[in-house]
């Protein structure tokens, strides 16, 4: 490989941002058509939403796997093979024949999740020092900007055609994204040996499969019937089991030692409700502006609230926010170097919880959507922007890839967990006599949303930031001492 070539920074930083938008482009765009998905596929609102949860779950498990081996073959070179795997999922997804071949094509699409860790490692190994904050601030913020594109493209394209065709888009947005990150992201300039811990991401996957399970299933079991507690508890076993392999495997996919550390530890519990938070209100505003869009005139008549949009103008309503999310997430970089990056992700979860909870509040006319979830995911990516210096700092060099990707992780999982507690909301809160969702099943999601945004903000101000370390020098081809894993 030509270890000469290298991109100017602005190059590296937009292939950068586009890898990290193609996966949330896709995890945005089946938000808005779920309904048409589930009347499609003659499936339930619950297992509908199983098309967005495993899209997360699998981003979740696959991130430690594919950083891992990151680090023995290339971030490159994996960034190469995780676009490849999204542009498989989202190619087979085309031509889904029931729910389940489609949740089972997302799972192959979610792995592209593994995208964002791998860029934060490109950026530790390429971008200067003074710039790592706002550069990382920039890719996470893709994470809500991609969403916002990628709804407005589902609007756009469910109004006009099928929502097959949300996958034809995916597969061009991932070749593209392939050929750039060819062209301009540099062979890595240090290798490690890796080993897979195929049992613990087994035992994660169980886990997390179990606990969705239940809250999918709570409702029509009853949420107190022993199915549902024992599926519950054996899902919450599971992943108890799994913290106790990952400490006694020699090369384990997530290192529990330094997610033990209190700096890490509580970055990803502040990332863990962030997550939450996002995703309990990004789930159900597309379905409350849609409301009663739609529905037969005698369900219509039944509902007092909702905006009648359609689908595309629905996607336009949260636009603003998105294109408000690609410069705040920097600027939460910035200020991070100003007033300490715990400040800056507190402040950023607050304004989160002040414009989820004033949506919560007030909810009448379109501008109140567009105002106060503008003002919410400004929050949201001044918080991303923060976090992964946080965690950067809180470690070594040689474990930089591992414990950004595992704040990715868990980001991944508190979101996918937001998304089914915010479905199951609306499915247990009805109208009477219908399947219609009440207006308090989408107003309790919202408060759950803000809530969590404030525990995310006591979190991080519990924070103690440590000075930055100072860079180690690695020789080429020789593992990192201490190293558990990286690149992810």
């Known amino acids: 490989m030509d270890n000469t070539r290298r991109a100017s920074p602005g190059m590296l930083l937009a292939t950068l941002s586009l890898a990290g938008g193609t996966f949330a482009v896709m995890q945005a765009a089946v938000v808005p058509a779920l309904p048409h998905i589930q009347a499609g596929l003659d499936t339930t609102t619950a297992w509908a939403a199983w098309t967005v949860s495993v899209y997360l779950l699998s981003a979740a498990v696959a991130t430690p796997l594919l950083g891992k081996l990151g680090d023995q073959f290339g971030k490159d070179r994996m960034l190469l093979v995780t676009l490849a795997l999204f542009t498989v999922g989202s190619v087979a997804s085309i031509f889904a024949w029931d729910i389940w071949s489609l949740i089972a094509f997302r799972a192959v699409q979610g792995m592209g999740g593994a995208v964002y860790p791998l860029c934060f490692s490109v950026i530790r190994d390429e971008v200067p020092p003074q710039r790592m904050g706002i550069a990382m601030g920039l890719i996470s913020s893709m994470l809500g900007a991609g969403g916002g594109l990628g709804m407005v493209m589902s609007g756009l394209i469910i109004d006009q055609v099928s929502w097959r065709w ?33 049992p613990g991401a087994l035992l994660l996957s169980a886990g997390l499969v179990a606990v969705l399970v239940a809250l999918t299933e709570g409702r029509g079991w009853g949420w107190g019937s ?71 005139d005698a369900l219509a008549g039944r509902v007092d609230y909702g905006y009648d949009a359609t689908a595309t103008m629905a996607a336009l309503l949260m636009l603003p926010a998105a294109a408000l999310m690609v410069p705040a997430g920097p600027w939460g970089g910035l200020l991070g170097r100003r007033i300490g990056y715990r400040f800056a992700l507190a402040l950023g979860m607050l304004v989160a919880a002040a414009g989820t909870a004033a949506f919560a509040a007030f909810h009448a006319h379109r501008w109140q959507l567009v105002v106060f979830y503008a003002v919410g995911a400004a929050g949201v990516a001044i918080a991303f922007g923060a976090m992964p210096k946080l965690i950067a700092d809180a470690v070594s060099p040689t474990e930089t890839g591992i414990a950004t990707g595992m704040n990715t992780v868990v980001r991944t999982i508190g979101s996918a967990i937001g998304a089914q507690v915010a479905v199951t909301l609306l499915a247990a809160r009805t109208i009477p006599g219908t399947p219609v969702p009440a207006v308090d099943g989408f107003t309790l999601s919202l408060w759950l949303g803000a809530g969590a945004s404030v525990i995310a903000a006591v979190f991080a101000l519990m924070l103690r930031e440590r000075p930055p370390h100072a860079h180690v020098t690695t020789v080429p081809g020789a593992a990192a001492p201490g190293a558990a894993g990286g690149g992810a």
């Open 166 to 198: 949300l996958f034809v888009a995916g597969a061009v947005i991932g070749v593209v994204a392939m050929a750039l990150v060819a062209r301009y992201v540099p062979p890595s300039p240090h290798r490690a040996p890796a080993v897979l811990d195929i």
């Open 226 to 296: 022993g199915r549902f507690v024992g599926v519950l508890l054996a899902g919450l076993v599971i992943i108890v089991i799994w913290g106790v392999v990952e400490t006694r495997t020699a090369q384990p996919l997530v290192d529990m030692r330094m997610l033990a550390r209190r700096p890490v530890l509580l970055t990803n519990l502040a990332g863990l409700f962030c997550g939450f938070a996002m995703y309990a209100t990004f789930t159900v505003l597309p379905l409350f502006a849609q409301m009663p869009h739609g529905l037969p």
